[in-house]
């Protein structure tokens, strides 16, 4: 395998890995009746629409049908991609959830 083909494998699987991303944080915003869209222009302000989140939102499962999705990982698969700032969002998001119980 050449070097420029082991990058381009690189780039995709990246690729690939950040839309699992993307899915996990737009399923468990449903599960939890959050609007992703505004939790993530909270996050950030000045980035304009996410078609990728757009797209993850069309995808997901009803929440009665999804599987549940741990706050904690939530958090944890943002911060992995370098999402500080939105994951400090759906922490902040999943708090007030546990507050209003």
Known sequence: MSQEELSRKIIEKYQEDERMMIR?????????????????????PNQGKNEALIEALEEVLPKEEASDIPDEMVVEVLQFFGNDDLAFAAASAAEERKEKR
């Open 24 to 44: 996990i944080f737009a399923q468990w915003c449903t599960n939890h009746d959050l609007d992703a869209v505004s939790l993530y222009e909270r996050a950030y």
